[in-house]
């Protein structure tokens, strides 16, 4: 059984070409018709040139010598668009006739008086004694003076036959081409059918009719979205955007930030909450490719707000250090307490005067170190890690040339944190490992109005060479499995802010130095591309 759009495939087909098909067969028919005339009219013209121009013909005519008519069926038999030869006098006597009975009598129409009168051959079309003929009367002249002339004419009831054989042959290429159409069209039907999936037109306007309204509501979804989504297909082009890309990139080109880290992209690589800088501003992005299977479906970009992850970061880092603080104190505290009850039980209250003084030296030492850092974020997490690498066993101290501004301009204090906890966290591994006895530590921070610098110095171990060439890279280590984070989040800090980083090894310990610029710039930073 046809379906419905097979159906209306095919006669849709048929109503198109039917008039291109008709005005075809009308054309064909003009031009064959045509042609058959022509041809019928050359036949009978040289026939009657011939035959007027033939002396045995003039001097017959002259003779009165009735002779001629052998000679006029010779046209008849050899030539098949010849009919009737009928050579007369200026008189119009018949010297031939189809009928050899009418020889010797008058003409019987008066076809002829132009044809003596103006002394020029001509063509009608008239009926004579044989029925409706098509004629070419042609003068003979002898000396300047027509003495006779010469009719011959082709039957139309033969002429017609001729017509009809050439319709009918049309007629059988219409039947041919019609056939031919219908199995054309049924055939196109059936492919576009299968490239439709099968699926009737009206089937398909409400698929499509549902899909845009699946479309239009994880459009309205993905709008509501507080993050920046931008959707890439397979081929990375885009297929949805959000409104909040735009109000989190602003004037920047999401296709620009496309063709920046196309190499990310096509090496199908995920990022999580990756820190980069598009012009002034500073994002975070994911990545996140669409697997199924083998197969690459797409890709999902979101884009966070900086501010609200880092007041976030804030919030949690501060609550974290206070409890951190709290609990290096409290043990601290019970530690110092413990040394003072056990003085007073020995009654030594000589010591215990001088064990107060120097805890009040101490901390003396440790605000005298930290006068000029005003960042309370830096301060308060350097105060914990005084007591944090005391308790190791560690010399800690801060240069007193170390100078930090409250506010860094792009910089956040959180990066600041993220680079000084990794490194001090580094030399406090170094040294442990370490036999060295006089084990110390010393951090040095500069800030100007285009950088800052961080500057870890440590007198343990020294670093692996195999460690020291890939020692950014994620997960390598030598602390384990598991292990080596630290570095790569400073990397990417580095990256951030555009900055340098300088390993010097030296006698007795080895400097680590962070660059970090202040300067904005309108290009992205944050990955390596």
């Known amino acids: 059984m046809k379906?419905?759009?097979?159906?209306?495939?095919?006669?849709?087909?048929?109503?198109?070409?039917?008039?291109?098909?008709?005005?075809?067969?009308?054309?064909?028919?003009?031009?064959?018709?045509?042609?058959?005339?022509?041809?019928?009219?050359?036949?009978?013209?040289?026939?009657?040139?011939e035959i007027s121009d033939t002396r045995f013909v003039k001097e017959s005519i002259i003779s009165k010598k009735f002779n001629?008519?052998?000679?006029?069926?010779?046209?008849?038999?050899?030539?098949?668009?010849v009919d009737i030869v009928v050579i007369a006098d200026k008189n119009n006597l018949r010297f031939s006739?189809?009928?050899?009975?009418?020889?010797?009598?008058?003409?019987?129409?008066?076809?002829?008086?132009?044809?003596?009168?103006?002394?020029?051959?001509?063509?009608?079309?008239?009926?004579?004694?044989?029925?409706?003929?098509?004629?070419?009367?042609?003068?003979?002249?002898?000396?300047?003076?027509?003495?006779?002339?010469?009719?011959?004419?082709k039957l139309f009831?033969?002429?017609?036959?001729?017509?009809?054989?050439?319709?009918?042959?049309?007629?059988?290429?219409?039947?041919?081409?019609s056939i031919f159409i219908f199995i054309s069209s049924k055939i196109f039907a059936k492919k576009i059918k299968k490239e439709m999936l099968d699926l009737e037109p009206e089937e398909i306007t409400k698929l499509y009719i549902n899909t845009k309204s699946l479309v239009q509501q994880q459009a309205a979804i993905i709008d509501n979205i507080h993050e920046g989504v931008v959707v890439l297909n397979s081929t990375f082009e885009i297929i949805n955007i959000n409104k909040k890309v735009f109000e989190i990139l602003h004037e920047f080109e999401i296709n620009s930030f496309i063709e920046k880290f196309s190499n990310i992209f096509y090496e199908k690589k995920n990022i999580y909450f990756k820190e980069?800088?598009?012009g002034h501003e500073k994002v975070f992005v994911c990545i996140i490719h669409l697997l199924e299977e083998k197969t690459h479906l797409g890709v999902i970009i979101t884009f966070y707000k900086h501010i609200e992850i880092i007041n976030l970061a804030k919030e949690l880092t501060s609550i974290n250090n206070v409890i951190n603080g709290f609990r290096e104190n409290n043990h601290e505290f019970k530690n110092q307490l413990q040394v003072i009850s056990g003085l007073i039980q020995l009654k030594k209250y000589d010591l215990v005067q001088?064990?107060?003084?120097?805890?009040?030296?101490?901390?003396?030492?440790?605000?005298?170190?930290?006068?000029?850092?005003?960042?309370?974020?830096?301060?308060?997490?350097?105060?914990?890690k005084?007591?944090?690498?005391?308790?190791?066993?560690?010399?800690?101290?801060?240069?007193?040339?170390?100078?930090?501004?409250?506010?860094?301009?792009?910089?956040?204090?959180?990066?600041?944190?993220?680079?000084?906890?990794?490194?001090?966290?580094?030399?406090?591994?170094?040294?442990?490992?370490?036999?060295?006895?006089?084990?110390?530590?010393?951090?040095?921070?500069?800030?100007?109005?285009?950088?800052?610098?961080?500057?870890?110095?440590?007198?343990?171990?020294?670093?692996?060479?195999?460690?020291?060439?890939?020692?950014?890279?994620?997960?390598?280590?030598?602390?384990?499995?598991?292990r080596g984070i630290g570095l790569s989040l400073v990397k990417s800090k580095i990256e951030l802010y555009n900055g340098r980083f300088i390993l010097e090894e030296v006698e007795g310990g080895k400097y680590f130095t962070i660059i970090l610029n202040k300067e904005n710039s309108n290009d992205i930073q944050g990955i390596n591309c």
């Open 97 to 153: 006739h189809l009928d050899p009975s009418k020889i010797g009598e008058t003409f019987g129409t008066k076809d002829s008086e132009n044809v003596l009168k103006n002394k020029k051959g001509y063509f009608i079309i008239t009926k004579g004694s044989q029925g409706l003929t098509y004629r070419r009367f042609e003068p003979i002249v002898e000396d300047d003076k027509i003495i006779g002339f010469v009719m011959v004419g």
């Open 354 to 384: 001088e064990y107060m003084k120097n805890l009040e030296n101490s901390n003396m030492k440790i605000l005298t170190e930290i006068a000029n850092i005003s960042d309370y974020y830096i301060l308060g997490i350097l105060i914990g």
């Open 157 to 177: 009831n033969i002429f017609k036959h001729t017509i009809f054989l050439i319709l009918l042959k049309i007629l059988v290429l219409s039947l041919i081409s």
């Open 386 to 482: 005084f007591s944090v690498i005391k308790e190791k066993g560690i010399l800690f101290t801060i240069d007193q040339d170390s100078v930090l501004f409250r506010e860094h301009g792009s910089i956040t204090s959180l990066d600041i944190i993220t680079i000084v906890s990794n490194l001090l966290e580094n030399a406090i591994e170094a040294l442990e490992k370490s036999k060295t006895e006089n084990k110390q530590i010393e951090l040095l921070l500069l800030e100007d109005e285009d950088s800052i610098q961080i500057t870890v110095f440590d007198n343990g171990l020294k670093i692996d060479p195999i460690i020291k060439e890939k020692m950014f890279e994620r997960y390598v280590s030598s602390k384990g499995e598991n």
């Open 3 to 49: 379906s419905r759009f097979e159906q209306r495939v095919i006669k849709l087909s048929i109503l198109i070409t039917t008039p291109l098909l008709i005005l075809l067969i009308g054309i064909i028919t003009y031009t064959e018709v045509n042609n058959e005339t022509n041809k019928v009219k050359r036949s009978l013209n040289e026939v009657a040139l």
């Open 276 to 278: 980069i800088k598009v």
């Open 68 to 81: 001629l008519q052998k000679y006029a069926e010779v046209f008849v038999d050899n030539n098949q668009d």
